[in-house]
Nanobody
Framework: QLQLVESGGDLVQPGGSLRLSCEASGFSLDYFIIGWFRQAPGKEREGVSCIDLEGNTYFEDSVKGRFTISRDSAKNTVYLQMNDLKPEYTATYYC??????????????????WGQGTQVTVSS
């Protein structure tokens, strides 16, 4: 059974940092495009970052220079390092996986496998 589990969400002050983890079981993340998405209350789910099969990384404009994404094959885990956090980043963060060709990296509907989400709250 393919499963994704996110962790690392927390309450953090503005300007702080968090590292989110997305651990896979039942399949190897090395063969999947992994995307991070977030959804705030009353808003649509939006793409934040993505790492593709070649290790190329993508970031939504507002998080460029603040977030990094990386893959640890030995742990079958993808990480999202988030620095200089802003209150507007408060949301539930989800990781998603897809192995089809032609995935639009920031389109939630293009991903088949999803985790349950982890809450990130940025507040003083």
């Amino acid at each position: 059974q393919l499963q994704l589990v996110e962790s690392g969400g927390d309450l953090v002050q503005p300007g702080g940092s968090l590292r989110l983890s997305c651990e896979a079981s039942g399949f190897s993340l090395d063969y999947f495009i992994i995307g991070w998405f977030r959804q705030a209350p009353g808003k649509e789910r939006e793409g934040v970052s993505c790492i593709d099969l070649e290790g190329n990384t993508y970031f939504e404009d507002s998080v460029k220079g603040r977030f990094t994404i990386s893959r640890d094959s030995a742990k079958n885990t993808v990480y999202l390092q988030m620095n200089d956090l802003k209150p507007e980043y408060t949301a539930t963060y989800y990781c998603a996986a897809e192995n089809r060709i032609g995935v639009r990296v920031f389109s939630p509907s293009d991903y088949h496998y999803w985790g349950q989400g982890t809450q990130v709250t940025v507040s003083s």
